[in-house]
């Protein structure tokens, strides 16, 4: 018996779920006017998925630093506040580059 899906590859799932997750992302952005603002927004990171690639530490690198074992620590906000990371203006198009492209899906980006 054949494994299912065999006639399509697991690169082609994948490129479709990052199109997929942009397309909701840059929906996000295009909001009528007054329901969200730019400031009501952060990077949420999922500590759980995260494994220090670094990848979002270059991508937005005015508002992540990497530590020691690499995992991104936010150089904003609150120090308890490690998991949402504020964006400014300038910085939701980045962020949302830096969520389609974390190859563990860690992160997300969240109204305020």
């Known amino acids: 018996m054949p494994p299912p899906r065999r006639h399509r590859s697991a690169g082609a799932e994948r ?13 996000a952005t295009l909001r009528p006017e007054g329901e969200l603002s730019v400031a009501e927004f952060a990077l949420h990171i999922d500590w759980t998925r995260c494994d220090g690639r670094g990848l979002c530490a270059e991508i937005l690198h005015h508002a992540l630093t990497r530590d020691d074992w690499g995992y991104p620590v936010s150089l ?11 964006l400014g ?4 198009a980045a962020a949302d580059d830096a969520v389609a492209l974390c190859p563990v899906l860690a992160l997300k980006r969240v109204a305020l």
């Open 89 to 92: 203006a300038g910085e939701l």
């Open 15 to 27: 490129a479709h779920g990052v199109r997929a997750r942009c397309a909701l992302a840059r929906a």
């Open 76 to 86: 904003r906000g609150e120090e308890g506040s490690r998991s949402n990371v504020p």
